[in-house]
Structures are given as structure tokens and as C-alpha cells.
């Protein structure tokens, strides 16, 4: 009798096990699956292929592992901001910084300086205003895409130097970031903002967007276009003042370069607050304004050269006023605008 209830309780618990496996495996084959359903609309969405099977599963993969990173985010209520799936989804961090930004991380912009390109402090502009945004003045163009192309600092110099020309002379015009990319040594390989500007001044000015379109990859040096918007040098913001960048970004839009680690290429909409402290400056944006949120959080308005599908339609506001000096991401080591 004993034997038969014991080997009863065995069977009941070998059942047991057998069921919490099955459904352990069912789980996981309907999560497996539920991520490559949502991988094929992602694909559809961002009109996205692949070579064969072999580099689509390693893309799956990939996605897979930055879904569940976004979700495992967004699921701390904690946050000022959230990430969400974009055009980078299926890219490691090393792939996306290769392909997607172009800040020349080993230049010396100390040692470019063959102009004036002072670093100079501004005096206190009283009162400095509590928030603005270049956009509403009419000061901004709309978001660009670089692609692929590691070009970013055209795109960030160029924003500066349209924001500069609307509020000298009353006239928004589109710039040709093509041109930048074509016409000097670097093209998509990277460079700094200084080169953009630098590029500008020697030529008397640039071409506009429509009469030198942007192409994403690097071609001949079209020499014929009628250059507009000249400027005459460059200032430095001083290094690692939030409050000097503060009084720039009152004047008019300011290019920057930052450092993009972390979930920064994630980012979705909120007051990002995230990202590293470090050095590592691997992209370039222009910042088109600041402002406080409703919470109280302080940021820096920033439009980026990733199209509108990224961030806030292509914008992203950066917590401003941190313990750090160089400011969230880097932001302000190396802030100059064109005069």
C-alpha cells in the first residue's frame, strides 16, 4: 500500500515537472516568436533587408537584445524620459557609432584655430530669457538625415550657420551640408564643426540645399554653385560652462558635440537624463534652445541630423544644469557658433 501511494506521488510529480517544462518551452517559443513578428513589421516600417537568412538571424538577434532593453527601461516609472524601436534597432553600439555620427573624436579644436575663433565669454545679457526656441522664431530648418554617412558635423555647422543668417539678415535658407561633405578632405569619414565653419569662411559662403542636394555618400567638389550666407569667423564658447552656453543659445542657435554612449540612440521623447559623463565626443548637434519642463527639470533644446522618425521629431531635450561641468553627454566642451 505505502509503495503504491508513493509511486502515485512520484508519477503526480514527475507530471508536474514534465507540464512546467512544456510550458516553459511554450513560453519561450511564443515570446521567440512574438519578437520576430514584431522585427517583420519593424523591417516593413523602416523599409529594411537583408543579404540571406544568415544576416537576417544575426539582425534578429540583435533586435531582440535592444527590445528587451528598451521594454526592461521603460518599465521603471522612475525616468524623465523613454526609449522606443527606431531606424538603429538591429545595430549593435559599435555599428551605430561607425555609421551614424562623425565627430572626429581625435581632432584638437585648440589646435585648428588658424582664424580668430576666440574663446570668448559673453557678457551678461540682463535678463537672459527663461526659455527660447529658435524654431519659433523661425530660425530652424526643418530635421535632415545624414544616413550613413558620418557627416554629422556638416549637418550641426550648417544648422548654426542658417540660424545665424535668419537672424542677421531676416532670410532662412536650407544649406547644402552636401557641399561640406564633397568639398573638403574629410567627407563622410568624419571631422568637427570648426571644419564646417572654416570651410564657409574661405569660401565666402555655401551653396543652398537645393542647388547642392545632399546624396549621403561623398562625390566630386561641385565648384559652379553660387555660394550664400558668408560668414566671417567663429566663436568658442568657453569650455565647460553651462551658463556661458546659456547666454550663446539666447543669441542664436549653437553647434556642439556630445558623447552618445549608453541609450542615448534609443531615445524617444522626455527630458533625457541618462548617458555618460565622459569625453568620448563621437557626435555633433546644434542646440536650438532651452527651457525648464513642468517637473522642474532644466534642458537644452537639440535638433540632430538623424531624420524626424528619431526623438521628438528629431529633437531631443537634454537635462541642462547638472553637477558636471561639461554638462549631460559632453555638451558643453565645445560648443561654437559662426559671427
Same mark, same amino acid.
Given at each position: 500500500?505505502?509503495?503504491?501511494?508513493?509511486?502515485?506521488?512520484?508519477?503526480?510529480?514527475?507530471?508536474?515537472?514534465?507540464?512546467?517544462?512544456?510550458?516553459?518551452?511554450?513560453?519561450?517559443?511564443?515570446?521567440?516568436?512574438?519578437?520576430?513578428?514584431?522585427?517583420?513589421?519593424?523591417?516593413?516600417?523602416?523599409?529594411?533587408?537583408?543579404?540571406?537568412?544568415?544576416?537576417?538571424? &544575426?539582425?534578429?538577434?540583435?533586435? &531582440?537584445?535592444?527590445?528587451?532593453?528598451?521594454? &526592461?527601461?521603460?518599465?521603471?516609472?522612475?525616468?524623465?524620459?523613454?526609449?522606443?524601436?527606431?531606424?538603429?534597432?538591429?545595430?549593435?553600439?559599435?555599428?551605430?557609432?561607425?555609421?551614424?555620427?562623425?565627430?572626429?573624436?581625435?581632432?584638437?579644436?585648440?589646435?585648428?584655430?588658424?582664424?580668430?575663433?576666440?574663446?570668448?565669454?559673453?557678457?551678461?545679457?540682463?535678463?537672459?530669457?527663461?526659455?527660447?526656441?529658435?524654431?519659433? &522664431?523661425?530660425?530652424?530648418?526643418?530635421?535632415?538625415?545624414?544616413?550613413?554617412?558620418?557627416?554629422?558635423?556638416?549637418?550641426?555647422?550648417?544648422?548654426?550657420?542658417?540660424?545665424?543668417?535668419?537672424?542677421?539678415?531676416?532670410?532662412?535658407?536650407?544649406?547644402?551640408?552636401?557641399?561640406?561633405?564633397?568639398?573638403?578632405?574629410?567627407?563622410?569619414?568624419?571631422?568637427?564643426?570648426?571644419?564646417?565653419?572654416?570651410?564657409?569662411?574661405?569660401?565666402?559662403?555655401?551653396?543652398?540645399?537645393?542647388?547642392?542636394?545632399?546624396?549621403?555618400?561623398?562625390?566630386?567638389?561641385?565648384?559652379?554653385?553660387?555660394?550664400?550666407?558668408?560668414?566671417?569667423?567663429?566663436?568658442?564658447?568657453?569650455?565647460?560652462?553651462?551658463?556661458?552656453?546659456?547666454?550663446?543659445?539666447?543669441?542664436?542657435?549653437?553647434?556642439?558635440?556630445?558623447?552618445?554612449?549608453?541609450?542615448?540612440?534609443?531615445?524617444?521623447?522626455?527630458?533625457?537624463?541618462?548617458?555618460?559623463?565622459?569625453?568620448?565626443?563621437?557626435?555633433?548637434?546644434?542646440?536650438?534652445?532651452?527651457?525648464?519642463?513642468?517637473?522642474?527639470?532644466?534642458?537644452?533644446?537639440?535638433?540632430?541630423?538623424?531624420?524626424?522618425?528619431?526623438?521628438?521629431?528629431?529633437?531631443?531635450?537634454?537635462?541642462?544644469?547638472?553637477?558636471?561641468?561639461?554638462?549631460?553627454?559632453?555638451?558643453?566642451?565645445?560648443?561654437?557658433?559662426?559671427?
Amino acid at each position: 500500500m505505502t509503495i503504491a501511494i508513493e509511486m502515485k506521488q512520484l508519477i503526480f510529480c514527475v507530471c508536474v515537472i514534465l507540464c512546467l517544462y512544456s510550458y516553459s518551452a511554450m513560453s519561450q517559443t511564443i515570446n521567440e516568436s512574438s519578437v520576430a513578428k514584431i522585427h517583420e513589421q519593424w523591417m516593413i516600417q523602416y523599409e529594411r533587408s537583408y543579404a540571406n537568412d544568415i544576416e537576417k538571424e &544575426k539582425r534578429l538577434k540583435i533586435f &531582440k537584445e535592444n527590445l528587451e532593453y528598451i521594454e &526592461k527601461f521603460n518599465n521603471n516609472a522612475n525616468k524623465s524620459y523613454e526609449l522606443g524601436l527606431n531606424q538603429f534597432s538591429d545595430l549593435t553600439m559599435d555599428e551605430f557609432i561607425a555609421s551614424y555620427t562623425g565627430h572626429n573624436k581625435d581632432v584638437n579644436i585648440s589646435r585648428q584655430t588658424s582664424f580668430s575663433s576666440k574663446v570668448v565669454p559673453l557678457e551678461e545679457i540682463k535678463p537672459i530669457p527663461g526659455s527660447i526656441d529658435w524654431r519659433q &522664431k523661425g530660425a530652424v530648418t526643418k530635421v535632415k538625415n545624414q544616413g550613413s554617412c558620418g557627416c554629422c558635423w556638416a549637418f550641426s555647422s550648417i544648422a548654426a550657420v542658417e540660424g545665424f543668417t535668419k537672424i542677421k539678415n531676416g532670410n532662412l535658407l536650407s544649406l547644402s551640408a552636401q557641399e561640406l561633405v564633397d568639398c573638403t578632405s574629410k567627407g563622410c569619414s568624419g571631422a568637427s564643426v570648426i571644419k564646417g565653419y572654416k570651410y564657409i569662411i574661405e569660401h565666402h559662403g555655401i551653396a543652398d540645399e537645393n542647388s547642392y542636394p545632399y546624396t549621403e555618400t561623398a562625390g566630386t567638389c561641385q565648384t559652379d554653385k553660387k555660394p550664400t550666407s558668408p560668414i566671417s569667423d567663429f566663436i568658442i564658447v568657453p569650455p565647460n560652462d553651462e551658463e556661458q552656453l546659456l547666454r550663446a543659445v539666447s543669441r542664436q542657435p549653437v553647434a556642439t558635440s556630445i558623447s552618445i554612449y549608453g541609450d542615448f540612440k534609443y531615445y524617444k521623447e522626455g527630458i533625457y537624463t541618462g548617458g555618460s559623463y565622459g569625453t568620448d565626443l563621437t557626435h555633433s548637434v546644434t542646440i536650438v534652445g532651452y527651457g525648464t519642463s513642468q517637473e522642474g527639470i532644466q534642458y537644452w533644446l537639440v535638433k540632430n541630423s538623424w531624420g524626424e522618425q528619431w526623438g521628438e521629431g528629431g529633437y531631443m531635450r537634454l537635462q541642462r544644469g547638472i553637477d558636471d561641468k561639461r554638462g549631460l553627454c559632453g555638451l558643453a566642451m565645445w560648443p561654437a557658433y559662426p559671427i
